[in-house]
């Protein structure tokens, strides 16, 4: 009998722990979901967008436990400029100079460990530039169908040093800031 009461205690204990975390994977919708990004150099911006290739961000109830976000860097995009000056900006930043998207087509970010806080999820990932691999923290702030964040990538970390002040002397107005913003929106 007392076996049977311990089984029956130790069978509701397990139905209890499973429902009170509920882990579950919530794919982007690649289509509608966006990166838009921004350089700096000494004389200007530029703006543009990048497309996800896919994405899962892993939950625990409402807390993210983990995700992946893979990045089609074939798909760079120049918004600010239009015709020739677009496509050879473009060509420009594909290039070994920059991102090398013959070699390294996509980029990839892992989400290592987030906590919840008052300002959203503080998220610890890392982040694959041209197959290098460093660490990114964020804010990354959740409701049921999308997810945004802001964010500064020093480029020099990932091998793109082109027009870098860091590295090279005498670039006057043709200096390129070594940080890029990435203004990023997830619809699940």
């Known amino acids: ?13 397990l139905i209890f722990t499973t429902l009170a975390f509920t882990t ?3 794919d982007i919708n690649i289509k509608d ?8 150099k000494i004389t ?16 625990e109830d409402d807390t993210i436990i983990g ?18 000056s677009k496509g050879k900006l473009e060509g420009h930043l594909k290039s070994d100079d920059f991102f090398g998207v013959n070699n390294f087509p ?22 694959t530039i041209k197959d290098i691999t460093e ?9 049921e169908d999308t997810a945004t964040t802001s964010l500064k990538i020093d480029r020099t970390k ?3 040093r082109y027009g870098s002040g860091s590295f090279f002397d005498n670039l006057g107005d043709n200096t390129i800031s070594d940080n890029f913003e990435l203004d990023v929106t997830l619809k699940f």
């Open 1 to 13: 009998m007392t076996t049977k009461i311990l089984k029956g205690a130790f069978a509701i204990t």
């Open 44 to 59: 200007g911006s530029h703006t543009g967008t990048i497309q996800f290739s896919s994405g899962t961000l892993q939950l």
């Open 158 to 160: 990932y091998g793109v």
């Open 106 to 127: 996509t980029s990839k970010l892992v989400i290592t460990s987030a906590e919840k806080t008052s300002e959203g999820h503080y998220v610890t990932a890392d982040l």
């Open 24 to 26: 579950m994977n919530k």
């Open 33 to 40: 979901s966006t990166v838009v990004w921004k350089g700096k």
């Open 135 to 143: 660490p990114v923290n964020f804010v990354l702030n959740l409701n």
């Open 67 to 84: 995700g992946e976000f893979v990045i089609d860097m074939t798909s760079i995009n120049v918004t600010d400029l239009t015709g020739e």
